[in-house]
Every structure is written in structure tokens, then in C-alpha cells.
């Protein structure tokens, strides 16, 4: 069964664990049919833009009912934050609200990002909170040199 309701309302009486999120996102995958993060926010037809948002990460709105995410053109991990905001979307967004992402620190947002990208968290979390382009922690082709002294 999924704990997780489409429906939003407070559940800051809930306490969450790494075990239950797991469950709700192996849940949320088998309902929606997918491991794509963008697939996924399609589906539960949430608006995603990408705009120009200076120091700011990223950008959960309700608006006319609908629900609006803006990304920061300038995040190198796009798709990471898209997750990330879904994550706290599920968990503690409630309607009427406008929530400003400029640190990412929400644990069950964090948990719910890694289990679905099927990631460590603590990759999650350093590709998230520090600078974009960082060779030494990301790098998509690995390079080795040798020299001969």
C-alpha cells in the first residue's frame, strides 16, 4: 500500500523511517511505472520550469492548484534537486505554500532522492549542497596517469 497520498496534508506527526521511505518509493515506482524522475513528475502532472534564481536552488509553489517547480538554470544536478523537491513535496509540502530551496537539509527529502535515484546519500547530499564541476568527486570519464621518474 502506498503511505504516500497525491493528496497533500500535514504529516508532521509522522515520523519516518529510511526503511518505510524505501517502501514508498519502491510503491511510487511500481504505481507510476517508472525510475524516471521526469517521467514521474509528468505523471503527477507537476509543472517544471527551469529559471534564472541566483543563490536559490530551487522552488516548490502552489499556485491555482496546480503544482509548480522552478529549477535553477545555474544547478548542475538538475534532475538530483528535481528528486530532492519531490521527496519534500510527498513529505511536508502542504497547499497554499511556497517553499524557497536554498540549502538542502529536509532528511526524509534527502532519503527519498537517494532511494530513488539509487544513490548513496552522502552523494546526494555533497552533489546538492557544494559547488557544481568539482572534478575530484564527479567526474564521467576517469583519467589515470602514469609517469616514469
Given at each position: 500500500?502506498?503511505?504516500?497520498?497525491?493528496?497533500?496534508?500535514?504529516?508532521?506527526?509522522?515520523?519516518?523511517?529510511?526503511?518505510?521511505?524505501?517502501?514508498?518509493?519502491?510503491?511510487?515506482?511500481?504505481?507510476?511505472?517508472?525510475?524516471?524522475?521526469?517521467?514521474?513528475?509528468?505523471?503527477?502532472?507537476?509543472?517544471?520550469?527551469?529559471?534564472?534564481?541566483?543563490?536559490?536552488?530551487?522552488?516548490?509553489?502552489?499556485?491555482?492548484?496546480?503544482v509548480?517547480?522552478?529549477?535553477?538554470?545555474?544547478?548542475?544536478?538538475?534532475?538530483?534537486?528535481?528528486?530532492?523537491?519531490?521527496?519534500?513535496?510527498?513529505?511536508?509540502?502542504?497547499?497554499?505554500?511556497?517553499?524557497?530551496?536554498?540549502?538542502?537539509?529536509?532528511?526524509e527529502?534527502?532519503?527519498?532522492?537517494?532511494?530513488?535515484?539509487?544513490?548513496?546519500?552522502?552523494?546526494?547530499?555533497?552533489?546538492?549542497?557544494?559547488?557544481?564541476?568539482?572534478?575530484?568527486?564527479?567526474?564521467?570519464?576517469?583519467?589515470?596517469?602514469?609517469?616514469?621518474?
Open positions: 500500500m502506498i503511505r504516500i497520498k497525491l493528496q497533500i496534508y500535514n504529516r508532521s506527526d509522522t515520523i519516518f523511517t529510511k526503511e518505510n521511505i524505501r517502501e514508498d518509493v519502491q510503491s511510487i515506482k511500481e504505481h507510476y511505472q517508472t525510475n524516471d524522475i521526469y517521467k514521474l513528475c509528468k505523471r503527477l502532472k507537476l509543472n517544471i520550469f527551469s529559471n534564472e534564481l541566483g543563490n536559490v536552488k530551487g522552488i516548490l509553489q502552489f499556485h491555482k492548484g496546480k509548480i517547480v522552478h529549477i535553477n538554470t545555474n544547478m548542475e544536478y538538475k534532475g538530483i534537486l528535481l528528486s530532492y523537491i519531490l521527496g519534500y513535496f510527498f513529505f511536508h509540502a502542504q497547499t497554499n505554500q511556497t517553499i524557497i530551496f536554498k540549502e538542502v537539509a529536509c532528511r527529502a534527502l532519503i527519498f532522492s537517494s532511494e530513488f535515484l539509487n544513490q548513496p546519500i552522502s552523494i546526494v547530499t555533497v552533489k546538492l549542497n557544494h559547488s557544481s564541476g568539482n572534478p575530484f568527486f564527479f567526474t564521467s570519464k576517469i583519467e589515470h596517469k602514469f609517469y616514469k621518474e
